[in-house]
T-cell receptor, first 113, second 114 residues
Framework: SAVISQKPSRDICQRGTSLTIQCQVD?????MFWYRQQPGQSLTLIAT?????????ESGFVIDKFPISRPNLTFSTLTVSNMSPEDSSIYLC??????????FGPGTRLLVL | AQSVTQLGSHVSVSEGALVLLRCNYS??????LFWYVQYPNQGLQLLLK??????LVKGINGFEAEFKKSETSFHLTKPSAHMSDAAEYFC????????????FGTGTRLTVIP
């Protein structure tokens, strides 16, 4: 399975600011995914990030709020823009690995005050 | 469309007792099914997966799950709970077109009582 790291691991931010989360994989992967896990809830897919093309966003998520970059096959960023307390969540990236399986990073814990 | 229902948001078992976490799925096509575990302050770790091979799937840490098509279930079991099993467990389903179509259940928090 791939080894996935995320930066930062946690952050406390003021409302109205933006935070960029980095996801690094130790091998080249075609598809990377970004999820949100709100407090006490399950995971919700924000978008799928493919290298060389625009990210594909799920219903309820828009590029202006969650811009995503995918400059190469091992790296992606998710920005949470103009944050509000409702954006306080764990943000996880994942990659599609062997055997039709997604492997997850450790997550970024975001608290917006 | 695919969906997953996990019965019981919280399950408590005594150390050494059987662990049973329930998962029922809905899928219009043969599914792939997954169990993930999330330990406190960590990301998700794959426990096991079913991808249309053997219906009884063995995973890490002594867990296993059985795919029962007639019951549309994929319950997770472990014969003897250990304190280190305390975590949040998520069942997920995809539709075999690829892992990109992954739908998660709401999770079950397992507490192990010493």
């Amino acid at each position: 399975s791939a080894v996935i790291s995320q930066k930062p691991s946690r952050d406390i931010c003021q409302r109205g600011t933006s935070l960029t989360i980095q996801c690094q994989v130790d091998s080249q992967v075609t598809m990377m995914f970004w999820y949100r896990q709100q407090p006490g809830q399950s995971l919700t897919l924000i978008a799928t990030a493919n290298q060389g093309s625009e990210a594909t966003y799920e219903s309820g998520f828009v590029i202006d709020k969650f811009p995503i970059s995918r400059p190469n096959l091992t790296f992606s960023t998710l920005t949470v823009s103009n944050m509000s307390p409702e954006d306080s969540s764990i943000y996880l990236c994942s990659v599609e690995g062997l055997g039709e399986t997604q492997y997850f990073g450790p997550g970024t814990r975001l608290l917006v005050l | 469309a695919q969906s997953v229902t996990q019965l019981g948001s919280h399950v408590s078992v005594s150390e050494g007792a059987l662990v049973l976490l329930r998962c029922n799925y809905s899928s219009s096509v043969p599914p792939y099914l997954f169990w993930y575990v999330q330990y406190p302050n960590q990301g998700l770790q794959l426990l096991l997966k079913y991808t249309s091979a053997a219906t009884l799937v063995k995973g890490i840490n002594g867990f296993e799950a059985e795919f029962k098509k007639s019951e549309t279930s994929f319950h997770l079991t472990k014969p003897s709970a250990h304190m280190s099993d305390a975590a949040e467990y998520f069942c997920a389903v995809s539709d075999q077109t690829g892992a990109n179509n992954l739908f998660f259940g709401t999770g079950t928090r397992l507490t192990v009582i010493p």
